[in-house]
């Protein structure tokens, strides 16, 4: 873990392109205005996204079995035959053809069988993969982990601000250009989104961890490879909320409730970061201000965590 002293910044992003993934339609990301100052105290943040190697660990010592591995209750689902509640999870699956960027399910997949052990389902496994990001964690699962492990996840505000990497206002965790001089500094899709990943940036896929270079806090994969689940309840009206005081808000924990304008029914905790699928074709949320979500049981294979301790350095 590496200490993050802590400290006043300005929270969000002043004016970000259109985002449709995990965006509110096809428009700006309005969920991360307006820009509102936060103050956060000091904290230890994992240097890296949580590993498979890490993961593995934990569910030996503690036989845990997460959300993906386990069949989906009739209870909850009492409109689907019983033949199809499956374990699994999603999965990006690329067509073999360009398409319409305003259905997602043209590239996503329902895989029974997936989980953090067989990524992509049954026959896959993480034999060489032992630092890459453990993917298909629930935000359950997540927070188990972080209980094992003495640690927590980190606010959303906490996260920024380590992302920034005290560099303020700026675009991406190392500054405003995308790539400085040439250089690749985050995984991110490159080619024609969804069905042509060229991995420019030399990696296809999810990459392990350490693959490109720290932010200003010695602080890795702050911007794409896998997106990493926050502690703090989605609301898209959180900012306002907060711009609307008129004062610094101190170590804010987030909202007391869910809700998501596009999915009014659905419990959302906040993602940041982006992933590997992100590009400016369809997903700019490797941006350091943007905000994503997601459902707190639902899990995929571009979805990770880090996690936080309090205490003094």
Same mark, same amino acid.
């Given at each position: ?152 996840? =980190?606010? !959303?505000?906490?996260? #920024?601000?380590?992302?920034? +990497?005290?560099? %303020?206002? $700026?675009? /991406? *965790? ?19 989104? =969804?069905? !042509?990943?060229?991995? #420019?940036?030399?990696?296809? +896929?999810?990459? %392990?961890? $350490?693959? /490109? *270079? ?100």
């Amino acid at each position: 873990m590496v200490w993050i002293s802590g400290g006043e910044f300005a929270m969000g992003a002043a004016d970000l392109p259109p985002a449709l993934c995990g965006g509110m339609g096809n428009h700006p990301s309005h969920d991360a205005q307006p820009v509102h100052p936060v103050q956060v105290s000091g904290f230890w943040m994992d240097v890296t996204e949580v590993t498979n190697s890490d993961f593995a660990r934990f569910v030996k010592a503690t036989r845990y079995v997460t959300l993906a591995e386990r069949a989906p209750s009739p209870r909850d689902f009492p409109n689907v035959p019983k033949d199809q509640l499956v374990a699994g999870s999603l999965v990006f699956t690329p067509p073999t053809h360009p398409v319409s960027l305003q259905d997602f399910r043209q590239w996503w997949r329902y895989q029974p069988g997936a989980d953090w052990r067989h990524p992509t389902g049954p026959g896959s496994n993480l034999s060489g993969k032992e630092q890459y990001p453990v993917v298909h964690v629930a935000y359950p699962d997540a927070f188990a982990f972080a209980t094992w492990a003495a640690k927590r996840l =980190p606010t !959303e505000a906490e996260w #920024e601000f380590a992302a920034r +990497g005290g560099l %303020p206002s $700026k675009l /991406y *965790p190392w500054g405003d250009e995308f790539r400085p001089n040439g250089k690749w500094m985050a995984n991110t899709y490159q080619g024609h989104f =969804p069905n !042509e990943d060229k991995a #420019e940036d030399g990696v296809a +896929g999810i990459a %392990p961890v $350490k693959s /490109y *270079p720290p932010n200003g806090s010695g602080l890795y994969d702050m911007a794409g490879n896998v997106w990493e689940w926050c502690a703090d309840w989605y609301r898209a009206d959180t900012y306002r909320q907060l711009a609307a005081q008129g004062a610094i808000t101190r170590n804010p924990q987030g909202p007391n409730d869910s809700f998501d304008p596009d999915e009014p029914k659905a419990q959302k905790r906040v993602q940041r970061g982006g992933s590997y699928l992100c590009t400016d074709q369809y997903c700019t949320r490797y941006m350091v201000g943007a905000r994503g979500r997601g459902e707190v049981n639902t899990s995929s294979n571009h979805v990770g965590f880090r996690c936080v301790r309090d205490g003094a350095r």
